[in-house]
């Protein structure tokens, strides 16, 4: 168990460094939209444009690839063996692959309703602008759709590491169109940039899957019994899954009703750097743990399949909680540090991190629900999450339209973090009533003493922020002096108080640092 436990803390460990290099890469990426383009016209178009197929991908296909598709084929491998696995692989790629290219021609002919759809509050001139890229950049549903099949062919093997990478490639093309191309071809290029990107995603895992074994033979025996379970767990599964993405939507739908239309690249970027802050880890952890759940599920193991679920979600928010508390503090400093200068102005920072402070606050509902969703797909059962997902959406709505107004883009922040905060505990419940016991005593005294330890460091935080403020001089030097001491100083005030309150995973650091210097020594 210790040796299990060892190597999966170590397959994690390595799948976050390289997913952590991705997300810089993304903040990188995002930095350099920001300071090209502003939140004017052509950035907000562009947000809108590339939100779109995104939306339908996450809306029709992620939901098939991610929940559906590794507990079948998870399934195949445990019971029939690989031949049989990689023959249903080759028949869900096949499949995959044709849907979402119908759904991509659909997209670019019906660019201008969906325009329309998303995005409302947008003069003549910018919504042409986001017609013509979303036509450009809507065959990243195709693209998208065979790299996620890649993705869960991969992760199923127990090959983590290239699946987390695949980002990174796409990063460094976009990076590197701005320092080439971007002063000639401008946002249409930008938006080409973004296609190849999505591209290279599944170009780059096809090694792997060589070295893997796995050759794909096309097959559109849609009727096979793995096709048919992924069809019945499809319905229920998709509409689970659309939460994130028709939150966000309607997020965005009622930002571009606010400053202009600059509401969407306030809270489009504040969300983006919090599920990038907070996806460095919450989604290293459901990418490994995934698979692993569904092998449990489908081999009958109920006690390592509860154990598994109960210490992935203690320390998950072991780590959640103090980048919540931090995220919040340092929002400002942050948002002007790495977006702000040439085109994003002050105005621009101060909408964006007003953004960024309320919605981190449903970085714990993200995290819980983001595990107890693989959970139940892990065990095929897509109604449950189906019917939280759509509570969840329903709350984001009316507290947009109740909020937007009177509380702008704050009140979309808030819709948004209630309405994950909501869905978590509504995934939550349910386990309980059937046993599960994801949330003993213990959990809840330990997860007392690690909100009291966030709540120290975000107070500690807070002081060091202040006094370094005043002392500091303007300019980039002096915020990333002011992040770097106060993101340090917090993790320090955060660890002593969690190793003098006994938390387990504090506890395991120390142990872990003891036997390192024993075996120097």
Same mark, same amino acid.
């Given at each position: 168990?210790?040796?299990?436990?060892?190597?999966?803390?170590?397959?994690?460990?390595?799948?976050?460094?390289?997913?952590?290099?991705?997300?810089?890469?993304?903040?990188?990426?995002?930095?350099?939209?920001?300071?090209?383009?502003?939140?004017?016209?052509?950035?907000?178009?562009?947000?809108?444009?590339?939100?779109?197929?995104?939306?339908?991908?996450?809306?029709?296909?992620?939901?098939?690839?991610?929940?559906?598709?590794?507990?079948?084929?998870?399934?195949?491998?445990?019971?029939?063996?690989?031949?049989?696995?990689?023959?249903?692989?080759?028949?869900?790629?096949?499949?995959?692959?044709?849907?979402?290219?119908?759904?991509?021609?659909?997209?670019?002919?019906?660019?201008?309703?969906?325009?329309?759809?998303?995005?409302?509050?947008?003069?003549?001139?910018?919504?042409?602008?986001?017609?013509?890229?979303?036509?450009?950049?809507?065959?990243?549903?195709?693209?998208?759709?065979?790299?996620?099949?890649?993705?869960?062919?991969?992760?199923?093997?127990?090959?983590?590491?290239?699946?987390?990478?695949?980002?990174?490639?796409?990063?460094?093309?976009?990076?590197?169109?701005?320092?080439?191309?971007?002063?000639?071809?401008?946002?249409?290029?930008?938006?080409?940039?973004?296609?190849?990107?999505?591209?290279?995603?599944?170009?780059?895992?096809?090694?792997?899957?060589?070295?893997?074994?796995?050759?794909?033979?096309?097959?559109?025996?849609?009727?096979?019994?793995?096709?048919?379970?992924?069809?019945?767990?499809?319905?229920?599964?998709?509409?689970?899954?659309?939460?994130?993405?028709?939150?966000?939507?309607?997020?965005?739908?009622?930002?571009?009703?606010?400053?202009?239309?600059?509401?969407?690249?306030?809270?489009?970027?504040?969300?983006?750097?919090?599920?990038?802050?907070?996806?460095?880890?919450?989604?290293?952890?459901?990418?490994?743990?995934?698979?692993?759940?569904?092998?449990?599920?489908?081999?009958?193991?109920?006690?390592?399949?509860?154990?598994?679920?109960?210490?992935?979600?203690?320390?998950?928010?072991?780590?959640?909680?103090?980048?919540?508390?931090?995220?919040?503090?340092?929002?400002?400093?942050?948002?002007?540090?790495?977006?702000?200068?040439?085109?994003?102005?002050?105005?621009?920072?101060?909408?964006?991190?007003?953004?960024?402070?309320?919605?981190?606050?449903?970085?714990?509902?993200?995290?819980?629900?983001?595990?107890?969703?693989?959970?139940?797909?892990?065990?095929?059962?897509?109604?449950?999450?189906?019917?939280?997902?759509?509570?969840?959406?329903?709350?984001?709505?009316?507290?947009?339209?109740?909020?937007?107004?009177?509380?702008?883009?704050?009140?979309?922040?808030? %819709?948004?973090? #209630?309405?994950?905060?909501?869905?978590? $505990?509504?995934?939550? /419940? !349910?386990?309980?009533?059937? =046993? &599960?016991? @994801?949330?003993?005593?213990?959990?809840?005294?330990?997860?007392?003493?690690?909100?009291?330890?966030?709540?120290?460091? %975000?107070?500690? #935080?807070?002081?060091?922020?202040?006094? $370094?403020?005043?002392? /500091? !001089?303007?300019?980039?030097? =002096? &915020?990333? @002096?002011?992040?770097?001491?106060?993101?340090?100083?917090?993790?320090?005030?955060?660890?002593?108080?969690?190793?003098?309150?006994?938390?387990?995973?504090?506890?395991?650091?120390?142990?872990?640092?003891?036997?390192?210097?024993?075996?120097? =020594?």
């Amino acid at each position: 168990m210790s040796e299990q436990r060892d190597n999966s803390t170590k397959t994690i460990s390595v799948v976050m460094i390289i997913t952590l290099l991705g997300k810089v890469l993304g903040l990188v990426r995002d930095r350099m939209l920001a300071v090209h383009y502003g939140t004017g016209m052509q950035a907000n178009a562009f947000y809108t444009a590339s939100r779109i197929p995104r939306v339908f991908f996450d809306a029709v296909f992620a939901s098939a690839i991610a929940a559906c598709f590794i507990p079948v084929f998870s399934q195949y491998l445990t019971k029939q063996g690989k031949g049989k696995a990689f023959h249903f692989a080759g028949t869900f790629l096949t499949v995959m692959a044709a849907l979402t290219a119908v759904l991509s021609l659909a997209g670019m002919g019906f660019a201008g309703p969906l325009v329309e759809l998303f995005a409302d509050g947008y003069d003549e001139a910018t919504a042409q602008l986001a017609v013509r890229l979303t036509r450009i950049m809507f065959p990243t549903v195709l693209f998208t759709g065979v790299a996620f099949s890649f993705v869960g062919i991969l992760q199923s093997l127990d090959e983590f590491n290239i699946p987390a990478l695949i980002s990174t490639v796409s990063n460094l093309v976009i990076i590197g169109y701005y320092f080439t191309f971007n002063e000639r071809f401008g946002i249409y290029g930008l938006a080409v940039a973004f296609l190849l990107g999505w591209l290279l995603q599944a170009v780059v895992q096809l090694p792997a899957l060589k070295k893997k074994g796995y050759r794909y033979h096309p097959s559109l025996d849609w009727r096979s019994e793995g096709m048919k379970q992924v069809f019945a767990l499809m319905l229920p599964v998709m509409v689970s899954t659309w939460v994130q993405p028709i939150n966000l939507t309607i997020n965005s739908k009622f930002g571009s009703r606010l400053y202009g239309g600059a509401g969407v690249s306030a809270i489009e970027i504040s969300t983006n750097l919090y599920l990038i802050i907070a996806g460095v880890f919450v989604l290293s952890v459901t990418n490994v743990i995934f698979p692993k759940l569904s092998r449990q599920s489908a081999q009958g193991e109920g006690e390592a399949f509860r154990d598994t679920l109960r210490q992935t979600v203690h320390s998950t928010l072991f780590f959640v909680l103090p980048m919540c508390a931090g995220l919040m503090v340092l929002s400002r400093p942050l948002v002007s540090f790495i977006y702000g200068g040439g085109l994003f102005d002050a105005f621009s920072v101060d909408i964006t991190a007003r953004g960024l402070v309320w919605v981190s606050l449903g970085m714990v509902g993200y995290a819980v629900q983001n595990i107890l969703s693989r959970a139940y797909f892990a065990k095929q059962d897509g109604r449950t999450p189906l019917l939280a997902g759509a509570v969840s959406i329903g709350i984001n709505i009316v507290l947009c339209m109740a909020l937007t107004d009177r509380l702008q883009v704050a009140g979309l922040a808030i %819709a948004s973090a #209630v309405s994950s905060t909501v869905y978590a $505990l509504l995934l939550l /419940l !349910p386990l309980e009533r059937q =046993g &599960e016991r @994801v949330f003993t005593a213990g959990f809840w005294l330990d997860m007392t003493k690690t909100l009291a330890s966030a709540a120290m460091m %975000a107070l500690g #935080v807070y002081l060091v922020m202040n006094l $370094l403020g005043a002392v /500091l !001089p303007v300019g980039k030097a =002096g &915020e990333l @002096v002011l992040l770097g001491v106060s993101a340090c100083s917090g993790m320090l005030i955060y660890f002593a108080a969690a190793v003098l309150l006994r938390i387990p995973e504090a506890q395991m650091v120390v142990n872990m640092a003891k036997r390192i210097l024993k075996r120097g =020594g």
